[in-house]
Structure formats: structure tokens, C-alpha cells
T-cell receptor, first 110, second 115 residues
Framework: EADIYQTPRYLVIGTGKKITLECSQT?????MYWYQQDPGMELHLIHY???????EKGDLSSESTVSRIRTEHFPLTLESARPSHTSQYLC?????????FGEGSRLTVL | AQSVTQPDIHITVSEGASLELRCNYS??????LFWYVQSPGQGLQLLLK??????LVQGIKGFEAEFKRSQSSFNLRKPSVHWSDAAEYFC?????????????FGQGTTLQVKP
């Protein structure tokens, strides 16, 4: 069973609010990722990190930002949420040729 | 550019029947291929992966997939479907074993199982 945790699981928030989606893993993986998934659609990579103080943007442009101050922690932040940010955000880490996913954070911006 | 196509958006099969989910990829080099399953409200779980070697790979929950380079396909199969297999299935391609996290995903196939 994968040890990667995301909070909150569900969040409904008003436009303009700042939000942070938390992601933590206890597997000691250096590589971590954020994917965005709209309903009925494929996952798109929005951010990744190969270690502490390393962050890169993924294939899909996103207004969110990430940080990697500790190996186990990879939070995603939206400074000013908009309805277009409504989506599911999946955090993952990789090791031994496998990608382990958290259960996702479903964000709704009103 | 890399891409993954899952031609079937929705498939319904009867419990006990066989299953095949199609996946076609576009990639310039030897692909690293994956199948993931997502149950409602959950994250994705790896079913199986192909990196090299035997083109028929076995996975968890009785699933298998066959890599066919000539057809650029990596179809997922199961001989007898169980009601608990109802879920969303995603095929994905990666750039290499060092990049197993940077994947290109297909749109997914929703599997419904009839009793």
C-alpha cells in the first residue's frame, strides 16, 4: 500500500482565496509530482520535483506554484483561486520504476 | 510528440466475460508503458508495466497486457471480469525508467460490469 497522503480531500472555496493543497509521502522518494485531472479526462503533469529545492513546471501550464523544502513534503499553492482552477489534483511520488498516487484533492472554486 | 490514445471511452461487459481495453501510443523511441486503475474517489493504482523483455506482461488482479511494437499497441486483457473491476482504466507512456513519473496519459476507459 502506498504511503502518500493528500489533504484536504475535498475543498469548496470562493474566488480570490489562497489555497494550499498538502502532499506528504513516507517512502523517502526523491521524485514527486502533481497531476491535474478534469472529470472524464486524462491526467496532465503540472509540476515535478527531483529533490529538495528542485521544482520544475510540467507539460500543462498552471497558475499554481509548488515548493520542496523537505523530501517528504510537496505542497501546491494557488494564490488567488478562480473557477477555472476547479479540478482534481493528484500528488504522486516515484521509486523502483513505479509511480505511487495519493487519493487526490478535489477543488471546487465558486 | 508523445501521445496515448484509448479509443474506447466506455465499455460494458458482463461479469465473467473476457475483457480487452485498447491502448495505442505514439513515441519515437522504445516506450515505457503502464496501465493504471482508478476507482471512484481514489488515486491511481499501478496494474502492470512494460519496460523491456517479454512482450506479455502479467499484473495484479489477474490482468495482463501485450506490447506490440508493430501496431504501437499495449492492450490490457483479463479472461474473466469481476464486478469489483468496475473502474476507470488509464494507459500511460513514459520516456524511460529514470522518468517513470513524467507520464503521458490516455483519456481513460470507464469499465462497467453487468451482473
Amino acid at each position: 500500500e502506498a504511503d502518500i497522503y493528500q489533504t484536504p480531500r475535498y475543498l469548496v472555496i470562493g474566488t480570490g482565496k489562497k489555497i494550499t493543497l498538502e502532499c506528504s509521502q513516507t517512502m523517502g522518494h526523491d521524485k514527486m509530482y502533481w497531476y491535474q485531472q478534469d472529470p472524464g479526462m486524462e491526467l496532465h503533469l503540472i509540476h515535478y520535483s527531483y529533490g529538495v529545492n528542485s521544482t520544475e513546471k510540467g507539460d500543462l501550464s498552471s497558475e499554481s506554484t509548488v515548493s520542496r523544502i523537505r523530501t517528504e513534503h510537496f505542497p501546491l499553492t494557488l494564490e488567488s483561486a478562480r473557477p477555472s482552477h476547479t479540478s482534481q489534483y493528484l500528488c504522486a511520488s516515484s521509486g523502483l520504476g513505479e509511480l505511487f498516487f495519493g487519493e487526490g484533492s478535489r477543488l471546487t472554486v465558486l | 510528440a508523445q501521445s496515448v490514445t484509448q479509443p474506447d471511452i466506455h465499455i460494458t461487459v458482463s461479469e465473467g466475460a473476457s475483457l480487452e481495453l485498447r491502448c495505442n501510443y505514439s513515441y519515437g523511441a522504445t516506450p515505457y508503458l503502464f496501465w493504471y486503475v482508478q476507482s471512484p474517489g481514489q488515486g491511481l493504482q499501478l496494474l502492470l508495466k512494460y519496460f523491456s523483455g517479454d512482450t506479455l506482461v502479467q499484473g495484479i488482479k489477474g490482468f495482463e497486457a501485450e506490447f506490440k511494437r508493430s501496431q504501437s499497441s499495449f492492450n490490457l486483457r483479463k479472461p474473466s471480469v469481476h464486478w469489483s473491476d468496475a473502474a476507470e482504466y488509464f494507459c500511460a507512456v513514459g520516456a524511460g525508467s529514470s522518468n517513470t513519473g513524467k507520464l503521458i496519459f490516455g483519456q481513460g476507459t470507464t469499465l462497467q460490469v453487468k451482473p
